[in-house]
């Protein structure tokens, strides 16, 4: 059973840096790929980025492209989910989860995904 914590939002100005971590219970061999997504009070729970199991592919949304980076360390169970130039949009709960899906056009979907931990706030003020 896979579990995820996430960690590392907190409170920044717009135009800064926040890095978020995420965590699992065990390592996640079987996982084919892991995500963060984010939701705002009153939106859907949107995509943000994924990254396959051995890094080698990663996506982003659109509205992050060039600003987030996702990375992984396997042997810390760790996904990381660094985010530059923040704006005040980015404000919403942070939530990461992992996929075994076969289909690569799914993993943006949230429905996709399991292991969704309680998320971390991230606050960008104008």
């Known amino acids: 059973q896979v579990q995820l914590v996430e960690s590392g939002g907190g409170l920044v100005q717009a135009g800064g840096s926040l890095r978020l971590s995420c965590v699992a219970s065990?390592?996640?061999?079987?996982?084919?790929?892991t995500g963060w997504f984010r939701q705002a009070p009153g939106k859907e729970r949107e995509f943000v980025a994924r990254i396959t199991w051995s890094g080698s592919s990663t996506d982003y949304a659109d509205s992050v492209k060039g600003r987030f980076t996702i990375s992984r360390d396997n042997a810390k169970n760790m996904v990381y989910l660094q985010m530059n130039n923040l704006k005040p949009e980015d404000t919403a709960v942070y939530y990461c989860?992992?996929?075994?899906?076969?289909?690569?056009?799914?993993?943006?979907?949230?429905?996709?995904?399991?292991?969704w931990g309680q998320g971390t706030q991230v606050t960008v003020s104008s």
């Open positions: 989860a992992v996929t075994r899906h076969p289909f690569v056009a799914l993993w943006k979907s949230a429905t996709v995904y399991e292991g």
């Open positions: 065990t390592r996640t061999f079987s996982s084919t790929a």
